[in-house]
């Protein structure tokens, strides 16, 4: 619907704007998320396509250029002949049609409307927070210094040391910052529905005065050069744009109010006359009880002709919602071509897995989940794989691999999409 009308969430004009953090996550195949990312990479994945050619430097992580990301993006989706775009915003469904439904965590509200009235019952809500952005000129040096943890990466990081008694100080006027005023159902869900995967710093800091020392703030695998030793606690801050001139707060998602976050964030010595290109900010995002609605291939059970993809399904974070939006075409592709034997990813692959997740009428209490080794097969057929923990991890991301690569040849019909 942008540029038309805008989520409260966005202001950018382009595709796959990403409002939140602009990592992808580990890259590693032996994480979870690095295996989805090599699987959908193999698959022909537009995001990941974008993500490498918009990438910037975060260690082990993919994280990329956000306004580069969603540039690239919707170049190619405008230069395909083969896409007709239409501007405005979607009230109604056509039942009678094939619908992809991929409308984000901000649904706008007449949609909202249109897809209960379909689904019916009741929907269920989670609140995302964002960090904030500061400038790297307005970073102090003399107390930061740039390293990745363990040593891993080119010293991606910026990290800004504290000492106890800062962080005692800081922690202090946290927890006592006054946030956001939230109304009705918003207070109410915030209260007791706050998401684990993106939880407010301010939220995390009150379960204890510790908590943010085994969090975001963990100092463990890195050393301050002036003294040689370990902080006691550690702010880090990650690269947010290609010229290196932004950087974000790493796990500062947060519902401060914006004269508080500048209040309370800057009593990081490091960040004592920062410059804030963003606040952090709070808002509302959506999801379906999807198991008991859609099936392994994302289409909804009560209408066959209506898909959903993305977020809305309880596929959390960026690549899990591409991952579910690759299925669900897919999915689409083959039945409009007809394809004899449709493809059902297999759930010792990521992309199976989290599928079967969001699909699997067992679970209780659905809540969006981002996918983990603890959801994918760790077998082929029958036959458990065996080992320490590390080995399987390998082995069932080699298992997932050689898959995707036979599928990927065998599918014949995906050169028409090239």
């Given at each position: 619907m942008k540029p038309i009308k805008f989520s409260p969430a966005h202001s950018n004009k382009n595709f796959a704007e990403l409002v939140c953090s602009n990592s992808f996550k580990a890259q590693n195949i032996e994480n979870a998320t690095?295996?989805?990312?090599?699987?959908?990479?193999?698959?022909?994945?537009?995001?990941?396509?974008?993500?490498?050619?918009?990438?910037?430097?975060?260690?082990?992580?993919?994280?990329?250029?956000?306004?580069?990301?969603?540039?690239?993006?919707?170049?190619?989706?405008?230069?395909?002949?083969?896409?007709?775009?239409?501007t405005g915003e979607v009230g109604k469904i056509n039942k009678d049609k094939i619908n992809i439904i991929a409308t984000g965590p901000l649904t706008s509200e007449i949609l909202q409307d249109e897809i209960k009235s379909i689904i019916g019952g009741d929907y269920?809500?989670?609140?995302?927070?964002?960090?904030?952005?500061?400038s790297v000129d307005s970073i102090d040096f003399e107390s930061a210094f740039y390293a990745s943890r363990y040593d891993k990466g080119e010293k991606d990081y910026i990290n800004c040391p504290m000492t106890k008694e800062e962080y005692?100080?800081?922690?202090?006027?946290?927890?006592?910052?006054?946030?956001?005023?939230?109304?009705?159902?918003?207070?109410?869900?915030?209260?007791?529905?706050?998401?684990?995967?993106?939880?407010?710093?301010?939220?995390?800091?009150?379960?204890?005065?510790?908590?943010?020392?085994?969090?975001?703030?963990?100092?463990?695998?890195?050393?301050d050069p002036k003294t040689g030793k370990q902080p006691y606690a550690v702010v880090q801050l990650r690269q947010d744009n290609s010229e290196k001139?932004?950087?974000?707060?790493?796990?500062?998602?947060?519902?401060?109010?914006?004269?508080e976050q500048k209040r309370v964030f800057c009593l990081i010595p490091a960040l004592k006359n920062c410059e804030f290109l963003r606040y952090g900010v709070m808002h509302r995002n959506t999801f379906i009880n999807s198991p008991e609605l859609l099936d392994c291939c994302y289409n909804l059970k009560k209408y066959k002709n209506i898909y959903f993809a993305g977020q809305i399904t309880g596929t959390e974070g960026y690549i899990c919602s591409a991952a579910s939006g690759f299925a669900a075409g897919v999915a689409v592709a083959e039945r409009v071509l007809n394809v004899e034997n449709p493809t059902v990813f297999p759930r010792f692959t990521a992309?199976?897995?989290l599928a079967y997740y969001i699909s699997d009428e067992s679970v209780n209490n659905f809540q969006p989940m981002g996918i983990n080794f603890g959801i994918i097969e760790s077998s082929k057929?029958?036959?458990?794989?065996?080992?320490?923990?590390?080995?399987?991890?390998?082995?069932?991301?080699?298992?997932?691999?050689e898959y995707m690569?036979?599928?990927?040849?065998?599918?014949k019909y995906l050169e028409k999409f090239e």
């Open positions: 690095g295996l989805l990312k090599k699987e959908l990479e193999i698959g022909g994945s537009l995001i990941i396509e974008a993500a490498y050619k918009t990438q910037v430097p975060a260690g082990g992580a993919l994280a990329v250029d956000r306004d580069k990301f969603s540039e690239y993006i919707t170049d190619k989706i405008k230069s395909n002949e083969n896409i007709e775009i239409i269920l809500y989670f609140f995302d927070a964002a960090a904030p952005i500061v005692e100080m800081f922690y202090k006027e946290l927890i006592s910052a006054e946030t956001v005023k939230l109304h009705g159902f918003e207070r109410e869900y915030i209260e007791k529905n706050v998401f684990e995967g993106c939880m407010p710093v301010e939220t995390a800091a009150k379960r204890g005065e510790e908590t943010l020392l085994f969090g975001c703030m963990k100092p463990v695998g890195i050393k001139t932004m950087y974000n707060i790493v796990g500062f998602q947060t519902n401060l109010m914006f004269p992309i199976g897995a057929g029958k036959e458990k794989i065996k080992g320490g923990k590390r080995f399987i991890k390998q082995r069932t991301a080699e298992i997932a691999l690569k036979l599928w990927r040849n065998s599918q």
